[in-house]
Nanobody
Framework: QVQLVESGGGLVQPGGSLRLSCAAS????????MGWYRQAPGKERELVAI???????NYVDSVKGRFTISRDNAKNTVYLQMNSLKPEDTGVYYC????????WGQGTQVTVSS
């Protein structure tokens, strides 16, 4: 079992930045993979970024070059650095972990608007 708690969401203007954090309730060293999904109003949840236990990353095309996922195993935390935010990045962002089964956080709202 692992509990995931996201933080760092909020309201930001287009072009701004946010850093999301996902704190896990236990060691994440062997959790593979971990990642971030998002769900915009009226749309299905989509994968944003994923990181393996070895640090390999993958991103949805729409965020490549703007978002960076990272993990700090010592702090049991995964981060999503989001730069050059656009209104279409608005949504609820969910932390994800796979450890024999899928685990989800409660989500954090990100709103990009002027």
């Amino acid at each position: 079992q692992v509990q995931l708690v996201e933080s760092g969401g909020g309201l930001v203007q287009p072009g701004g930045s946010l850093r999301l954090s996902c704190a896990a309730s236990r060691s994440i060293v062997n959790i593979n993979p971990m990642g971030w999904y998002r769900q915009a109003p009226g749309k299905e949840r989509e994968l944003v970024a994923i990181i393996s236990s070895g640090g390999r990353t993958n991103y949805v095309d729409s965020v490549k070059g703007r978002f960076t996922i990272s993990r700090d195993n010592a702090k049991n935390t995964v981060y999503l650095q989001m730069n050059s935010l656009k209104p279409e990045d608005t949504g609820v962002y969910y932390c994800y972990a796979h450890d024999f089964r899928s685990y989800w956080g409660q989500g954090t709202q990100v709103t990009v608007s002027s």
